[in-house]
Nanobody
Framework: QVQLVESGGGLVQAGGSLRLSCAASGRTFSSLTAGWFRRAPGKEREFVAAISWGGGSTHIADSVKGRFTISRDKAKNTVYLQMNSLKPEDTAVYYC??????????????????WGQGTQVTVSS
């Protein structure tokens, strides 16, 4: 089992920045891809970013490319989502997730078995 706990959400003005953290415990998180997803009000949950187990490969959704970056600190078992130039349309609950299968890169939500509780990000205009 893997437990994931997000933090760092909050209220920010448009153009501002936030850094989300996802602290993992349990099974060997270092062998798992880590992903960030978000659910905006009235919308389906969508992919935001993913990083491979070693950190050498990252994928960013087109909607946030150039503004968001994903990274991980293996020593701290923590994954980060740095969000810059935030827009009101980035308002959502952000979730950290990991697939069950080790050494497996995927951007597909259904492949992710472990989920955090989510952290709210609100961007005011």
């Amino acid at each position: 089992q893997v437990q994931l706990v997000e933090s760092g959400g909050g209220l920010v003005q448009a153009g501002g920045s936030l850094r989300l953290s996802c602290a993992a415990s349990g099974r060997t998180f270092s062998s798992l891809t880590a992903g960030w997803f978000r659910r905006a009000p009235g919308k389906e949950r969508e992919f935001v970013a993913a990083i491979s187990w070693g950190g050498g490969s990252t994928h960013i959704a087109d909607s946030v490319k150039g503004r968001f970056t994903i990274s991980r600190d293996k020593a701290k078992n923590t994954v980060y989502l740095q969000m810059n130039s935030l827009k009101p349309e980035d308002t959502a609950v952000y979730y950290c997730a990991a697939p069950r299968r080790a050494f497996f890169m995927t951007l597909v939500q259904n492949d992710y078995a472990y989920w955090g509780q989510g952290t709210q990000v609100t961007v005011s205009s």
